[in-house]
Every structure is written in structure tokens, then in C-alpha cells.
């Protein structure tokens, strides 16, 4: 994942068409129902694709530790996204990509987030929103992790700082910014 800047937010079957076109590799499934996932998922694999999924935000699916279960174990998923700690702990109990997602709404929001951080030691963690970038390095040095940074992304330049600041990657649904790898 280290070298794809762009990881795509698929949240309908044009993106996907889209996705599944292109040069990328990893994608985001999300937004989609439950009861679709399995086709999904198979399209995405035997077009070579790495499928990651936001499990809080597929209709249907308990974003929990049950649910991260059926999305490796039946789902065969590369990765998952969620800032449930127990689902995380799945992932790496599991050695599936597991990607702590956090909110930075205010400075206890940070430290509440940093502290369960510390506690699963994830591999990548997702920060949002993008516009916090310059709290990368912190977080980053922090939690001996790499960061990806994803929300209300608008244009090519704030994606370049996010990038500039320390971002291995960013998550964005808009299209016009998977190109920029």
C-alpha cells in the first residue's frame, strides 16, 4: 500500500467501473449493502485489485469484531478500515491490513484517539479531517505509524500538503484526485 498516494473511495458502481479500470491498486469499498459485498469483492479480485472495506459504513454489517470476522474469514478481505479497536485487533490477530480511522474534532478528541493508538500499536491509521495535516509528524512519531489522511479533501494542493507534511496516502471519493499518483 506504501506505494499507491491515492486510495480510492468507492461508494457506487460507477466508481467502481472506474476503480477497476484504472492503474490503482487498493480501493475502499463503502457506502454499499451488505448483500452486494461478495460480488464486489470477487470483481475486485480477479481484476487484480487489493479490497479494502470501511466496515462502519456498509449497510447491513455489525462494525464489530463479528463482523471484521465474516469480512476476512468469508469475504477474504485485504484490509479494513474502522475506529472500532476491536476490529482492529481482528485485523492483526488475522494478518489483515487494519487501519485505525480517528476524528480530530478538538485537542481531546487527539488525546483520547492517541491513547487507544498507543494500545493497538496499528501499522497505518487514517486521519480526519485532511485539514489537520499539520498534525501528521506528531501523530506519526506518536504511534510509530504510518498515516493516511482522508475527509473533505477538495483540490490537488491540499492533497500536496497532507503529502508535504508526511502522508504516505490520502482516501477520497473524489475522482478527479486518483490521478495523482
Not at 491513547?115 to 500499536?121: P, S, V, Y
Not at 490520502?170 to 499518483?181: G, H, P, R, V, Y
Request: aromatic share 6%.
Amino acid at each position: 500500500m506504501d506505494k499507491q498516494r491515492v486510495i480510492p473511495a468507492i461508494s457506487n458502481h460507477k466508481k467502481l467501473k472506474d476503480f477497476l479500470e484504472s492503474d490503482l491498486v487498493y480501493g475502499i469499498l463503502m457506502n454499499f449493502q451488505l448483500a452486494q459485498l461478495e460480488d464486489l469483492v470477487k470483481v475486485m479480485k480477479k481484476n487484480h485489485k487489493k479490497v479494502l472495506i470501511h466496515s462502519e459504513l456498509i449497510k447491513g454489517l455489525a462494525s464489530d469484531e463479528y463482523g471484521a470476522i465474516y469480512l476476512i474469514q468469508v469475504l477474504d478481505v485485504d484490509g479494513i478500515i474502522s475506529s472500532k479497536p476491536k476490529v482492529i485487533e481482528v485485523c492483526k490477530k488475522r494478518g489483515v491490513l487494519g487501519i485505525y480511522r480517528f476524528f480530530i474534532k478538538d485537542t481531546i478528541s487527539l488525546e483520547q484517539s492517541l491513547e487507544i493508538g498507543k494500545r493497538l500499536r496499528p501499522e497505518y491509521v487514517e486521519i480526519l479531517p485532511a485539514a489537520c495535516y499539520g498534525l501528521i509528524e506528531g501523530i506519526r512519531k506518536e504511534l510509530n505509524a504510518k498515516v493516511l489522511m482522508g475527509g473533505l479533501i477538495q483540490d490537488e494542493a491540499q492533497a500536496m500538503k497532507c503529502f508535504e507534511q508526511g502522508a504516505i496516502a490520502i482516501t477520497t471519493s473524489k475522482q478527479e484526485l486518483w490521478e495523482l499518483n
